[in-house]
C-alpha cells in the first residue's frame, strides 16, 4: 500500500512539475474547458434553483364548471349527481360554489368592491369545483380533458374551465429543458475531452525524448502514463471550479433584475448557487473528463512511440 500511495504521489508531483514548466498554456487550456462547462453548469443551477418552485405548484387538475346565469338554483343543485357519475371511479371532491359566495370572494380578493357594486345584480353565475387527485402522467391529463368534455354537454352548463392546465404544461417545459440541458452538457463534455486530448497530446511530443530514457531504464507504462493522468484530471478540476465561479459571479447581476420582477409578484424568489454537494459533483465530473481525454490521448500517442 505504501508503495501505491508512493507512486501516485510521485505522479502527481511530476504533474504538478508540468504545470509550472508552461503556465500560461496551462492556465489558457483551463479558461478554454471553463468556457464549455459554464454552459451547462449554469443550466444545472437554474434548474436546481427551479426545481423546488415546481414542486410547490399543485399539479392535481381542478376542473371549474359554471351554470347559465339564469339556470334556477334547485336546477343548479340537481346538476350534483350527474357530475359525480361522470366522476365516477376518480378520487374527486365536488363543490358547489353559489353565485353569491362567487361574488363574495370576488370582492374580497379583489379589492374592487365599489366597482362591483356599480355593476347592480350580479353577474356571476352559479359554479362547480372539482379538485381530482392522482393525475400526473400524459395519459392522466388526456382523462382530464375526456371529463371535461362530457361536463360540458349536460345542460343548462355554459362553460367548463381546466385550471391546472398550465400547471403540467410547466412541468413538461422542464422536462424539455433538462432533456436539451444533457444534450448540451455530452457536447460540451466532448468539447472538454477534446481539448484535454490535445492539451496532453502535446505534452507528450514535448516530453518523447525523456519517455525514451525512462523506458530505456525499466520504467513500466503505468509509471509513464500517470503524471499525465493527473494533467488531465487537474486540468478539468481547475477548469471546473473556474466555471462555477464564474457562474456563482453572474448570479449577482441576475438576482438583482430578478428581485424587481419577483417584486411584482409579491415574493422573494432568488437563484442560488448550488449546495455543496452538487458543486463537488460537478467537480468530480470535470476531473473525470479532463482524466478520459487524458487517458485517450496517453495510450494513443504512446502507442506511436514505442
Avoid at 388526456?142 to 404544461?169: F, Y
Avoid at 503524471?227 to 438576482?255: D, E, I, M, Q, S
Wanted: net charge neutral.
Amino acid at each position: 500500500m505504501n508503495v501505491w500511495f508512493r507512486q501516485h504521489r510521485f505522479a502527481f508531483g511530476a504533474a504538478l512539475s508540468h504545470v509550472r514548466k508552461a503556465p500560461g498554456s496551462f492556465l489558457f487550456n483551463v479558461l478554454v474547458v471553463a468556457v464549455a462547462l459554464a454552459l451547462p453548469f449554469a443550466g444545472v443551477t437554474l434548474l436546481d434553483n427551479a426545481r423546488p418552485l415546481s414542486e410547490e405548484l399543485s399539479v392535481d387538475p381542478e376542473i371549474s364548471l359554471f351554470l347559465k346565469t339564469d339556470t334556477p338554483r334547485d336546477q343548479a343543485q340537481a346538476l350534483a349527481p350527474q357530475l359525480q357519475q361522470i366522476l365516477h371511479g376518480s378520487h374527486a371532491k365536488v363543490s358547489f360554489v353559489p353565485r353569491e359566495q362567487a361574488l363574495a370572494s370576488l370582492k374580497e380578493k379583489s379589492g374592487l368592491t365599489d366597482v362591483i357594486e356599480t355593476l347592480g345584480d350580479n353577474p356571476l353565475p352559479d359554479s362547480y369545483v372539482m379538485k381530482l387527485e392522482g393525475f400526473a402522467s400524459g395519459a392522466d391529463a388526456a382523462r382530464v380533458d375526456g371529463l371535461a368534455e362530457q361536463m360540458r354537454a349536460l345542460p343548462d352548463v355554459d362553460s367548463v374551465q381546466v385550471d391546472s392546465a398550465w400547471v403540467k404544461r410547466l412541468a413538461a417545459l422542464l422536462g424539455v429543458l433538462r432533456l436539451a440541458l444533457l444534450l448540451l452538457a455530452v457536447t460540451l463534455g466532448v468539447v472538454v475531452i477534446a481539448v484535454v486530448f490535445n492539451t496532453i497530446r502535446l505534452q507528450v511530443l514535448t516530453q518523447r525524448e525523456e519517455i525514451a530514457v525512462s523506458k530505456l531504464l525499466g520504467a513500466t507504462d503505468n509509471f509513464i502514463h500517470r503524471p499525465f493522468y493527473y494533467t488531465g484530471a487537474l486540468l478539468g478540476l481547475c477548469a471546473g471550479a473556474v466555471a462555477l465561479g464564474a457562474v456563482a459571479l453572474a448570479l449577482r447581476p441576475l438576482n438583482t433584475a430578478i428581485a424587481e420582477f419577483a417584486r411584482l409578484y409579491a415574493s422573494e424568489f432568488q437563484l442560488t448557487p448550488l449546495p455543496p454537494l452538487g458543486m463537488a459533483a460537478l467537480l468530480a465530473i470535470s476531473a473525470g473528463l479532463g482524466l478520459v481525454g487524458a487517458m485517450l490521448s496517453v495510450q494513443r500517442h504512446l502507442a506511436r512511440l514505442k
